[in-house]
């Protein structure tokens, strides 16, 4: 399959989803604190995209994934599934939501961390999510793909941390993933021409220390291998006339 480009109508329905998605993180916020556990933010998330935005959470089901929402917890890189363990003071959790409206996918996800947290987990929260933005500011007609994946990786490592390589961003639509890949490592002037239309994430996962992860035994959840700390954030975008839209912006943030 190509890359789609999607028309007016299909990106006014991309704006409803991105933004349902982002008042998922914005409802949830407040309740990510010392002892509630991931189930439970589960439990919330899913009521609330189901009864409330009349909405249908992407993950549940998706490809046998159990819950609506991924948590992913310190050493946890992605995919972590919500269970019944407390959150304790001092972790960092990736609160990743994806919801379907109208046959459209809004993809988000947010660092968060439960009540006061060490300075190396802020850290490494932060350098993600400058990841993130530089690779955002990029995002305009004719900008290649690996100038973003450079970007990235050239922040990431110049401050001393990796870039995970077996996940990567995607395009989006009425599929939750479809081309292209968006990786967060790359080459400046490689890969594919932007254009106006596109869709697509941009969730770089970074680590504290090396680069490679382990799959679970519940063939779900992605650890660093060395179960060092990693943080991610995503973000939905389309590319505009000359520019970018990020699709799941939240109230606290300006683009
Ligand atoms: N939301 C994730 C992403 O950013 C995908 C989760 S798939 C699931 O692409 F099955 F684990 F939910
Ligand atoms: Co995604
Ligand atoms: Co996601």
Redesign the pocket.
């Given at each position: 399959m190509t890359v789609q480009i999607k028309t007016a109508e299909e990106i006014e329905k991309m704006r409803v989803a991105g933004r349902l998605a982002a008042e998922v993180l914005e409802m949830i916020a407040p309740f990510v604190l010392p002892g509630v556990t991931t189930g439970e933010l589960n439990q919330r998330c899913h009521e609330y995209i189901v009864n409330e935005q009349q909405a249908i959470p992407?993950?549940?089901n998706?490809?046998?994934?159990p819950?609506s929402?991924?948590t992913s917890v310190n050493h946890v890189v992605?995919?972590g599934i919500p269970n019944n363990k407390p959150l304790k003071e001092g972790d960092i959790v990736n609160i990743?939501?994806?919801v379907i409206k109208d046959g459209y996918h809004g993809?988000t996800?947010q660092m968060f961390g439960v009540g006061e947290v060490s300075e190396k987990a802020r850290r490494i929260m932060r350098i993600s999510h400058e990841c993130l933005l530089k690779g955002i500011k990029l995002v305009k007609p004719d900008t290649r793909l690996g100038d973003i994946g450079f970007a990235i990786q050239h922040h990431a490592e110049s401050l001393k941390c990796t870039v995970v390589r077996e996940?990567c961003?995607?395009g989006i639509g009425i599929g939750?993933?479809e081309p292209p890949q968006v990786l967060h490592y790359g080459k400046r002037g490689s890969g594919m021409p932007l254009e106006k239309g596109m869709t697509f994430?941009i969730?770089p996962m970074i680590n504290v220390g090396k680069r490679h992860v382990k799959l679970l035994d519940d063939e779900?959840t992605v650890i660093t291998k060395d179960r060092t700390l990693t943080a991610q954030w995503?973000h939905t975008i389309l590319v505009t006339d000359d520019g970018f839209e990020v699709l799941t912006k939240r109230s606290d943030e300006n683009f």
């Open positions: 992407a993950p549940l998706y490809h046998g994934f819950k929402i991924c992605c995919h990743d939501i994806t993809d996800s996940y961003g995607h939750f993933h994430t969730e779900w995503e």
